[in-house]
């Protein structure tokens, strides 16, 4: 049985030693899609796996994929108790646009109650808070009350393109009874959550091509389907006026939401004006007709453009009329949409409503997986919600997220178990933006109820 | 008198010289948009100079500006013959793509008949041709016909900021007859042209605003307008089905195209297979409905996009939510089109078509001035056509141009003179595109044609 009095006293006295770990980390730039940095993709690695190694697992493995490795470590000393299998990723997103950072996203730095760097909400804050929780309890506090094992993946960012492989190759070492996963968030910092549902992903690029080569803009501007142009008539027509995606058949296997869980929903506090300045003040919301706001980042699908790139962009003019022009489009995909289906929609689209007048190709860019439902029942869930209701003092609310964790599915679908979803990170972290941040108080938080989450199983 | 036969024979016996003086030229990379390139711009400045002083001009100065200088020279010794103002530009376009390029673009590299690099068709190929009829003329052909003032701007291709005010300031100095303006083309290397109509031009950024930072497209997509789709949206509505441009008033005071001048203009050889190679092979024209592609070239305006940028546009994928989206639009004016007027139409559809969800910003880049047609029968041009029959051995077609040249119509204005544009580029030169060229025989039939031109007046 851990001791959990001597494990929280040993986390509060060793706050900035915890904190030291996460800025040694944040400040490796381990950004997966960008290839320079397979150097500190390594060392990032490295060093998630010191971290399990002096706290006395009973096996550390860096372990190869086709691309970056996964740090696997195991701590399986509770005989006849659940297994968890905690995961994590230690990849970050880009960091650009990099003049619009306050400070270098490599080098953590705390603002206030605020740190600052990329990658520090998504997700090395929940990383180390989840193993500064597991070295509490297994070196301070007795050993753990369940049996642990530990996947810290490289390749979450860009699609856990290689994960599926190694779940599959790597089955029975990572047999457990549910997974906990904390690449996740709350509402406020004063109400924790758990999350039940989650957006897949599909992401794509759209390149449409008119001339082989760019063009004077006098010489032939007038004669030719401006490719760039072509492409905003292709990328305007995925919406309607309603909102609603235009793709062939978009719709048709999403699960309608029932009269139960929108009510369920409708109990999640909303302040739209909160809302609002989380999402960076937009001049107002936006979004499918006949959904809340809660509905339509949750339990309904997406489709964004997250760049869009033709001709000159420099500065000042260039009166050229561009050869070709690219958008990158993704979805994020509900139960029970198939990425395949959805790649095949929009293939069907461009094929419709594109013009004769130009050349289009489609490129999938790492499906990231369909979208999850997971029950609210479980051991694991209410170990989750009574961990966090004695850290906050309020009962967490149980929310469908917009975001993709493509290796819950996976997880389901190879290891066949449920996971366990709760994180710390809080809406206005500017995740995969500039100046991300975590908010400290609740880090430390985390790492206590994830402390209390492990003693409760 | 000139000494026709002496000038025609020293530039065909010095062609090799003549050349070199091209290529010296073209191997400085005066590219007037881009900061760093200043220092280029006062060396390809220094080099015209120096060309005009070898030719015993009775003055030529570098003369400043509020940014890069004029070159300016004079040969007055034809008393009661008229003064011709020669027109050119030393400053040429950006050369990305770079990577498209198959020789280094300030690396003028000759490949079978043609010469490659950056400006050297638009324009310092037909710089180099007009200066050296005029050095043969004056050196060795015992002088001018006609009294000659030269004028080599370095700001062309951004829009000539500085020209009106150099106009004005030196209006007494610039006084002439008419003008020859050199920045121009030929249908085919067998069919010489005048250009009597020629469009003007309006550039524009408009940048769409949503929320003040990147968002992860996860937790914020489906709830805000994506600044890149309301951006497409917008673009997408500046065209109808038919090619027509929708913003309010824009065809208001287009001057329509008499019967008499389409019959004129469908005299003009049109060979729409060999157009599409000149177009670089896009699948198949498009344009406004109810036009020739002769008449949409000249005679109808334009809407371009010349390029588009938000979000991640770097390798792989990246799940931003961008904060803003940027498209770079310019239109080819007609006569009587304003380019004040047409800004304010762009305002105006951008105050109709934006939706309440996101915040737009329109920003003037460089207006080129108005759209302009000149006399066909005037001194000017009946020498020019005289003199393109001679070398060409056939009579010149009249054409409308639907590139801009801003200094026609300041020079139209300030001055009070017309323009005479003869210049032996041709469409498939790849101006402001990659592995731009100039076509080598017609560079030399262009010394002749504007030797015979100046000896005719």
């Not at 449409?208 to 004077?216: I, M, S």
């Not at 109990?267 to 006949?290: Q, T, V």
Request: hydrophobic letters at 40%; a negative charge; aromatic letters at 8%.
């Amino acid at each position: 049985m851990t001791d959990l009095h001597s494990a929280i006293h040993h986390v509060r006295a060793h706050q900035d030693y915890i904190l030291q770990e996460l800025i040694d980390l944040a400040a490796i730039p381990s950004i997966s899609t960008l290839p320079q940095h397979k150097p500190d993709m390594g060392r990032a690695a490295e060093y998630v796996a010191n971290v399990l190694k002096t706290m006395g697992m009973n096996k550390v493995a860096m372990m190869p994929t086709a691309g970056h490795p996964v740090v696997y470590g195991e701590w399986l000393n509770a005989p006849g108790k659940p297994t968890v299998l905690v995961y994590g990723h230690y990849d970050v997103q880009p960091v650009d646009p990099l003049n619009e950072w306050h400070s270098d996203p490599f080098t953590p730095t705390v603002r206030g109650d605020n740190i600052y760097a990329r990658g520090i909400s998504d997700m090395k804050g929940q990383d180390i808070a989840v193993l500064a929780a597991l070295a509490a309890s297994i070196n301070h506090g007795g050993g753990l009350n369940c049996n642990v094992k530990v996947l810290i993946e490289g390749e979450e960012e860009i699609g856990s393109p290689n994960l599926n492989q190694f779940l599959a190759d790597h089955k029975e070492m990572l047999k457990c009874d549910f997974s906990l996963n904390c690449d996740s968030g709350m509402l406020r910092p004063d109400l924790p959550a758990i999350v039940y549902g989650l957006r897949g992903l599909a992401y794509f690029e759209i390149w449409v091509h008119g001339p082989e080569h760019d063009l004077h803009s006098g010489q032939f501007g007038g004669s030719i389907h401006n490719p760039a142009q072509a492409l905003c008539e292709l990328v305007a027509g995925m919406h309607d006026a309603e909102g609603r995606i235009t793709l062939p058949g978009y719709y048709d296997k999403v699960r309608p939401l029932s009269p139960e869980e929108r009510a369920d929903l409708a109990r999640i506090p909303y302040d739209e004006a909160y809302a609002l300045r989380e999402a960076a003040n937009p001049p107002m919301f936006y979004g499918e007709k006949g959904y809340t706001n809660i509905e339509r980042l949750g339990a309904r699908p997406t489709l964004e453009v997250n760049g869009l790139y033709s001709g000159f962009i420099g500065e000042g003019s260039k009166t050229v009329l561009p050869a070709k022009a690219m958008a990158k489009i993704s979805m994020r995909l509900v139960p029970d949409q198939d990425p395949e289906e959805v790649e095949t929609q929009l293939r069907a689209y461009l094929t419709q409503k594109a013009p004769p007048t130009i050349r289009w190709d489609l490129k999938a860019l790492g499906k990231g997986g369909p979208g999850v439902l997971t029950p609210r029942e479980s051991v694991g869930a209410q170990a989750a919600a009574q961990a966090l209701e004695t850290v906050f003092g309020v009962a967490p609310v149980f929310k469908r997220d917009g975001g993709s964790v493509p290796v819950v599915s996976q997880i389901k679908n190879i290891l066949g178990v449920d996971s366990v979803i709760m994180g710390f990170g809080l809406p206005d972290d500017n995740l995969h933006a500039p100046n991300e941040k975590q908010h400290l108080p609740n880090f430390y938080r985390g790492i206590e109820s994830y402390l209390h989450f492990f003693a409760n199983l």
